[in-house]
């Protein structure tokens, strides 16, 4: 017997006969009723192949599920695909074996109305790893319905840096005074932003560290955006700050203590407040590899701060033409 749940601007719906279930979601109950009845009658008759009545929405469940809740950037994959399933449903509902390019390009135009070329270009190289895990592992399709729609232009790489003022302005608005103890999260958050600059160590990575990985010049990441730990070496201001809020946080699992979506709301505020404009939190990436390029060897950097490419430093280092001229005399 099926079961039917409302949920958001979708009906969901499962199919549980003779040991086999599915689940499937439509943007109309009559739809969904449709799809059951007909997925039963296939089961009870034998007929049923599996593939064929398997949705998008089906796909995108299976792939979080199986691949993503494996993966550090896991959590990001699976708001993308609640986001895909609520903002897109008719999308979302089409079998597998019914969608094609097309409707990705339509995606893709209706998508770009609200995003930018990257953003829509990280959730195409998302969904088309779920439609390639579907067609070479789990053989639910024979080809992957993006495999030919048209992709924007790659952007250009950012190479926005933060200013001396900028951090100063930012690190008062923010409630931070030199010897005071952070005792605040805001506080904490301008020596997160002072900690990301002399470490290249990225927000998910700060927020994330704790005590156990914190060694005398040094911490190490287990859990990093590429997957692969590494050993981060601290400059003095670095361990300076380690010791600013181990008065604070040091009996607490996290070296800062301060969670991810409050660092990103607080920043925001701050940079408002300061009127700083196109700043990112990931700029500070930007701001330490071009600090630390002038300190350490490019090998170490890479080792430093993840990079196993040595052009992804072209990309960190935005060194100017001004102040490359300057040490030329």
Known sequence: MASFKKDGNVWRVQVARRGVRLSGSFPTKKAAEAWAVERENE??????????????????????????????????????FKAFKKNFPDLAAKLLTETNSHDWGLWRDERLQTVSAGTLIREANLFSAAFHMARREWKWIDKSPMTDMRRPKEPQARDRRISANEEGRLTLALGYAPGNAPETISARVALIVQFAIETAARASEITGLTWDRVHER?????????????????????????????????TQQTVFEVPSASLDALFRKAKKRCGIEDLHFHDTRHEAITRLAKKIDVLDLARMVGHRDLRMLQVYYNESAHDMAAKLG
Do not use: N
């Open 43 to 80: 089961i009870m008759k034998g007929t049923y192949s599996g593939a064929g009545s398997r949705t998008v929405a089906d796909l995108f469940d299976e792939y979080a599920k199986r691949v993503s809740d494996g993966k550090a950037g896991g959590q990001w994959e699976r708001t993308r």
């Open 218 to 250: 040094h911490f190490h990441l287990d859990k990093t955006k590429t997957g692969v730990a590494r050993d981060v070496a601290m400059s003095a201001r670095a361990r300076e700050i380690i010791e600013e809020v181990r008065a604070v946080t040091g």
